[in-house]
């Protein structure tokens, strides 16, 4: 399996700042990332797909980078409703493995 | 509009086998895409566990494939999860999701919580 290592596992930040993930493959998936975005008890939310692309509807702020190995997820401004945990996810072959999420939370 | 949602019982006793459906409305499992199942154990992160296309084929976590399997039903416009022996260890909350290969999940359902427990 590939694994998929995230990091920080949380983080803490204020209302403004521009804040970044990151995720690490256990080797190349070349740009087979995607993120998602996870509230307490509700289902995960499909961020950003293939490393860069925006799902529809989600917010501008949101964007994601990276190829083979590394990638990143960045909130530009945060916002209040941006506290959750965040997953990267690997696309590039079966079985479709999860980091371990990073907890954001609102200072 | 695309939804799923997850049914099945919320208590399965230890070495029993542990039966979901999703039921996918709004989209035709017939048109193609993956659909597939993730669960969530209370306060941890999300595991894959399979997933399967409308023709029927399927890919399994090689942790859980001895003991799963996902299958679809066209007609219905449903597919499940049938996990054998469980433990604990599989209390969780089930997803199921519409995955577009290469691209993630779009779609998902509520999810269901499965307690494993006698």
């Known amino acids: 399996d590939i694994q998929m290592t995230q990091s920080p596992s949380s983080l803490s930040a204020s209302v403004g700042d521009r804040v970044t993930i990151t995720c690490r493959a256990s080797?190349?998936?070349?740009?087979?990332s995607n993120w998602y975005q996870q509230k307490p008890g509700r289902a995960p939310k499909l961020l950003i797909y293939t490393a860069s692309s925006l799902q529809s509807g989600v917010p501008s702020r949101f964007s994601g980078s990276g190829s083979g190995t590394d990638f990143t997820l960045t909130i530009s401004s945060l916002q209040p409703e941006d506290s959750a945990t965040y997953y990267c996810?690997?696309?590039?072959?079966?079985?479709?493995?999860f980091g371990q999420g990073t907890k954001l939370e609102i200072k | 509009q695309v939804q799923l949602q997850e049914s099945g019982p919320g208590l399965v006793k230890p070495s029993e086998t542990l039966s979901l459906i999703c039921t996918i409305s709004g989209y035709s499992i017939s048109r193609g895409y993956h659909w597939g199942w993730i669960r969530q154990p209370p306060g941890k992160g999300l595991e894959w566990i399979g997933s399967?296309?409308?023709?029927?084929?399927?890919n399994y976590s090689p942790s859980l494939r001895s003991r799963v399997t996902i299958s679809v039903d066209t007609s219905k416009n449903q597919i499940s999860l049938r996990l054998s022996s469980v433990t604990a260890a599989d209390t969780a909350v089930y997803y199921c999701?519409?995955?577009?290969?290469?691209?993630?999940?779009?779609?998902w359902g509520q999810g269901t919580l499965v307690t494993v427990s006698s």
């Open positions: 080797r190349t998936i070349n740009s087979y």
């Open positions: 996810q690997q696309t590039f072959t079966t079985p479709y493995t």
């Open positions: 399967v296309f409308h023709n029927g084929d399927t």
């Open positions: 999701a519409r995955v577009f290969q290469g691209s993630g999940a779009d779609y």
